[in-house]
């Protein structure tokens, strides 16, 4: 059986056009293609500089990697990287975490709170999903960015000096429209924009990223898995990765928990009820199949919404009654999603 190797070494991730002559810049990035060459390079000219950084891409593209390069690079990387993911915060919490607090600001305030602006004073914060924030915090926001200072809950106005690297998977320019973004705010943030491809239009590094997490979860699992076959790879290159390289380590995780030999040789895609192998079926799939199994897998992981926003139509950019279309065509039979929408 054909197999590819795993590489045991650290795995050489860019070109030598791509990074410094010692590369630890980039020592986090895996994968040598040329769309992530041209973010590599956007990342080296806009890291000497301290102006903002809006990083665009879809969920599981590696936004928070490629702001950890920026700083890394930059003049502040001395200082402090703050990471803060605006969607994880509870909407009564975010003021608090971001700008901090006095004691007895308010009922529980027990204690002062620093927020996470002071906390990076004169390094680097960085804003995950961005589009998230409640518009009456994006003034406060605005402030930080136009006069550099900070005014916690119930205390008075503090100088801070921050770099602010955003990011988001949300089109803005579609929030400003709605009225859910302001678009000051939407100027600050966008002077350096950043796009980051999915993993479907970067296919030529599946294989090294591959190798990288499964290299990683072996050696967690103590398992002497030394390759992958190369039927695991057609599969997996043939498919359209809607979570992009987070749903890839996670299967990678789970198909090294699976394997008990040295090869992984079978590989679960989300809408497939069995391990799949192409060489016991001895044949590829066919467009009809493919596309089959990318609506499944975009309707398992919008838990089978199909309309509105964050549904299995909108993550597939299509019109609802097309998708409801090629369901049928395909023999996809509608189920409802668990709070009884779909």
Same mark, same amino acid.
């Given at each position: 059986?054909? $197999?590819?190797?795993?590489?045991?070494?650290?795995?050489?991730?860019?070109?030598? #056009?791509?990074? !410094?002559?010692?590369? #630890?810049?980039?020592?986090?990035? %895996?994968?040598?293609?040329?769309?992530?060459?041209?973010?590599?390079?956007?990342v080296k000219v806009v890291g000497a500089s301290d102006i903002?950084?809006?990083?665009?891409?879809?969920? /599981? +593209?590696?936004?928070?990697?490629?702001?950890?390069?920026?700083?890394?690079? !930059?003049?502040?990387?001395?200082?402090?990287?703050?990471?803060?993911?605006?969607?994880?915060?509870?909407?009564?919490?975010?003021? !608090? =975490?971001?700008?901090?607090?006095?004691?007895?600001?308010? +009922?529980? *305030? $027990?204690?002062?709170?620093?927020?996470?602006?002071?906390?990076?004073?004169? /390094? $680097?914060?960085?804003?995950?999903?961005?589009?998230?924030?409640?518009?009456?915090?994006?003034?406060? &926001?605005?402030?930080v960015l136009q006069e550099k200072e900070v005014e916690p809950?119930?205390?008075?106005?503090?100088?801070?000096?921050?770099?602010? %690297?955003? *990011?988001?998977?949300?089109?803005?320019?579609?929030?400003?429209?709605?009225?859910?973004?302001? @678009?000051?705010?939407?100027?600050?943030?966008?002077?350096?924009?950043?796009?980051?491809?999915?993993?479907?239009?970067?296919?030529?590094? %599946?294989?090294? &990223?591959?190798?990288?997490?499964?290299?990683?979860?072996?050696?967690? =699992?103590?398992?002497?898995?030394?390759?992958?076959?190369?039927?695991?790879?057609?599969?997996?290159?043939?498919?359209?990765?809607?979570?992009?390289?987070?749903?890839?380590?996670? @299967?990678?995780?789970?198909?090294? &928990?699976? +394997?008990?030999?040295?090869?992984?040789?079978? @590989?679960?895609?989300?809408?497939?009820?069995?391990?799949?192998?192409?060489?016991?079926?001895?044949?590829?799939?066919?467009?009809? =199949?493919? =596309?089959?199994?990318?609506?499944?897998?975009?309707?398992?992981?919008?838990?089978?919404?199909?309309?509105?926003?964050?549904?299995?139509?909108?993550?597939?950019?299509?019109?609802? !009654? +097309? &998708?409801?279309?090629?369901?049928?065509?395909?023999? %996809?039979?509608?189920?409802?999603?668990?709070?009884? #929408?779909?």
């Amino acid at each position: 059986m054909d $197999t590819r190797i795993l590489n045991r070494k650290p795995i050489g991730h860019l070109g030598p #056009s791509a990074v !410094s002559s010692s590369g #630890s810049e980039f020592k986090d990035i %895996i994968g040598g293609g040329e769309s992530m060459r041209d973010v590599l390079d956007n990342v080296k000219v806009v890291g000497a500089s301290d102006i903002s950084v809006l990083i665009l891409g879809e969920s /599981g +593209t590696g936004k928070e990697l490629i702001a950890q390069c920026i700083h890394r690079i !930059s003049p502040r990387n001395k200082k402090p990287f703050v990471a803060v993911n605006c969607a994880a915060l509870p909407a009564n919490l975010i003021e !608090s =975490e971001l700008f901090g607090h006095e004691k007895g600001a308010f +009922t529980g *305030a $027990t204690d002062k709170r620093t927020g996470k602006f002071e906390q990076g004073n004169e /390094g $680097t914060v960085f804003l995950d999903e961005i589009g998230e924030l409640p518009v009456e915090l994006q003034v406060k &926001l605005l402030r930080v960015l136009q006069e550099k200072e900070v005014e916690p809950i119930g205390g008075r106005k503090r100088k801070v000096n921050v770099r602010i %690297i955003a *990011a988001t998977s949300r089109n803005l320019e579609e929030e400003v429209s709605m009225h859910r973004f302001r @678009l000051d705010l939407f100027y600050r943030l966008n002077v350096f924009p950043i796009k980051l491809p999915p993993l479907r239009e970067r296919k030529e590094d %599946i294989v090294a &990223l591959a190798n990288h997490f499964v290299t990683i979860y072996a050696r967690k =699992e103590n398992k002497a898995i030394t390759g992958v076959a190369d039927h695991v790879i057609q599969l997996m290159l043939n498919y359209h990765w809607p979570g992009n390289i987070r749903e890839l380590e996670n @299967l990678m995780a789970r198909s090294v &928990l699976l +394997t008990n030999g040295p090869i992984i040789n079978s @590989l679960k895609l989300p809408g497939q009820s069995q391990v799949v192998s192409t060489v016991r079926q001895g044949r590829i799939k066919s467009m009809i =199949e493919n =596309e089959r199994d990318h609506i499944l897998s975009a309707l398992e992981r919008c838990n089978w919404k199909i309309y509105g926003q964050d549904g299995a139509a909108d993550l597939l950019e299509l019109n609802p !009654s +097309t &998708l409801n279309s090629k369901m049928k065509k395909l023999g %996809i039979e509608k189920k409802y999603s668990k709070n009884g #929408s779909n």
